[in-house]
């Protein structure tokens, strides 16, 4: 008898029970936090709208404690842009996309990203909620609408915000 033989008579008839556990999933595979992300930061951001400049470096400085910590520092002065690395999310285009699919924002002509009514009542409700988001949500709060496309261009080529 081969070893599968045995492997296999082992098998039939025994019981099973399975534990659902969390899975880590990759962060680009996470779709629902990544539109989240998009339609908070629209809706915090002036008009319900952002450049997808904008959108890229809230999508890299929101991920982490660490990453946010030195946005604020180079908002206030206390860090140069030079310190900082920004690097471009791949995930955020794909959410943008599903969004845009969704109904949720509109894209004019690949540049700017805009909240849809739809994509503001989504935005508010997700806002709304206590128990979501919310190292996110205070993040964009203090940091979305002081990122004028200037600030922007002066992060992004590492010139001196102040």
Do not use: C
Request: proline share 2%; net charge positive.
């Amino acid at each position: 008898m081969s070893v599968d033989s045995q492997f296999l008579q082992a098998l039939q008839g025994a019981s099973f029970s399975f534990t659902r556990r969390p899975e880590p999933v990759s962060g680009d595979l996470r779709l629902s936090w990544g539109i989240g992300v998009v339609l908070l930061s629209l809706l915090h951001s002036r008009g319900g709208k952002g450049s997808f400049l904008k959108l890229q470096f809230l999508a890299h400085s929101i991920r982490t404690q660490q990453s946010r910590e030195q946005v604020y520092a180079v908002l206030q002065g206390n860090l140069r842009t030079a310190d900082i690395q920004v690097r471009v999310e791949p995930w955020l285009n794909r959410a943008v996309a599903i969004a845009h699919g969704l109904g949720l924002v509109a894209v004019t002509k690949g540049k700017s990203v805009s909240l849809t009514e739809r994509g503001k009542e989504v935005a508010t409700a997700i806002d709304a909620a206590p128990d979501i988001f919310v190292d996110e949500r205070e993040f964009l709060k203090a940091v979305a609408k002081r990122l004028t496309e200037k600030v922007l261009t002066q992060i992004w080529r590492m010139e001196t915000l102040f």
